[in-house]
């Protein structure tokens, strides 16, 4: 009997932590959210130069302005784990080929998370290095990652680690000492991921927007990534160029408003509201606009491609370019 009771006294205090956790205020969080709420959220920083996790950031102060700059960046938000992006995704078998930069499968992916020290049913925030608009569409690849597996609480923080520097928030370099996590995948949201044929349809058909979303220099065909095998963009695709997604602050990128965004889109010939697919040389820079597109101006039919332009023309697919 007393067994009895004390299982349900430990379901029923497991229920009432649940019932207590602590709701996402969205996809994105600023700073000053964060650092109220530090405690009841899982902070994992994701990025390519982990020895930067450790590394002291340097500051300098201009001496005619008395503004402070951010040299090098270092350091991490106390309790973070770290993403090693380089691991994020992998090299996978595709009719035959091998392909790199794909999304890892579902097994793999949870290794990852769980070495980071990542748990399941506590709110995930993903901190980007801040800098860059390359390293902040790092933490939106694998935010999408985690999407496509199931995970919808998680957000990704405002201005990175650049801009909770800046704002004058602590910060540690103390080595990352996590326990292995518990996170597992809750499903698989197939609905988040286009394949070859799907966006050879609509390059075909124009239903569906494909949103290239590469510098306009590779999307006009003037230059290209080594890994993809020709020039140019897929026909009928829209540039919404990767400087478009942020702006810049003391040296941190932040997001624009859901409005913004909704102008800058139908400005570049892309509806808001149509299904999309975006792509890019690999699948990196495409999870920035994927991000804004369905998570910010909230469009449910957008799709990322998966491998981008390195599977499309490991596949013989054409492209249009200007220089032809």
Known sequence: MKFKQVAV???LSALATLAQAITL???VVNADWLSKHQSEVQVIEVTSDVASFTRQPEIETNAKTGKKVLTEIGGHIEGSGLIDFTKVRAERMI??????YLIPEKVDFEKLVQAAGVKRDQPIVLVPIGLDIADVDEALRVLWQFKVYGESNIAVLDGGLAGWIMDGKTFSTAKAEKPIGNWIAKGER???IASSSDVEQASKSGKTTLIDSRPPSQYFGISKRDYVGDYGHIAGAKNFAPELLTRSQNGALYFLSKKSYEELLTQNGIMPATPAISYCNSGHFAAGSWF???EIVGNPAVKLYDGSLHLWTIEGRPLVSVTR
Request: charged share 35%.
């Open 9 to 11: 006294a430990i379901s």
């Open 25 to 27: 205020p969205g996809s």
């Open 95 to 100: 009719d035959g080929k091998k392909v790199k």
């Open 190 to 192: 197939k609905d988040l």
């Open 292 to 294: 804004v597109a369905s």
